[in-house]
């Protein structure tokens, strides 16, 4: 069974752009919605809205309030969440693949479009 959030939560989660570097992920529910449980890679999280969450990963819970704007590390894990707040929620997430080369390096000069 997947635990890709994009399959387990298909109305909550949808990818905005992928290479074989990052996936990018824009998350989006609204007060008292509830996500089933999924996995995320480690990913970099950027709030695009205010909002209050609670977390539940097997037997621990932790309730979380971000401003928007708030940009974070995510390490890897596994869980599910409720917005328990008063507001919608609306993040994204930049999840990491494997890392680059030296040649990707070289050959980079300012951003790519999806296509390239």
């Known amino acids: 069974m997947s635990l890709d959030p ?12 992928e290479n074989d570097r990052v996936r990018v992920l824009e998350y989006s529910d609204h007060p008292g ?3 089933t449980p999924h996995h995320h890679p ?19 819970a932790r309730e979380v309030e971000l401003a928007a704007g708030t940009v974070g590390w995510l390490p890897a ?3 599910h ?11 994204i997430f930049v999840e990491l693949k494997d890392g680059a080369t030296a040649a990707d390096a070289e050959a980079a000069l ?4 999806p296509s390239q």
């Open 33 to 35: 919605q509830r996500t």
């Open 81 to 91: 969440g409720e917005n328990v707040g008063d507001t919608p929620t609306h993040v």
């Open 110 to 113: 300012g951003p790519r479009q």
């Open 77 to 79: 894990q596994e869980h």
């Open 42 to 60: 480690d990913s970099v999280m950027y709030t695009l809205s205010s909002f209050r969450r609670r977390l539940v990963s097997g037997n621990s």
């Open 6 to 17: 994009v399959a387990t939560n298909p109305d909550h989660y949808k990818v905005v752009f």
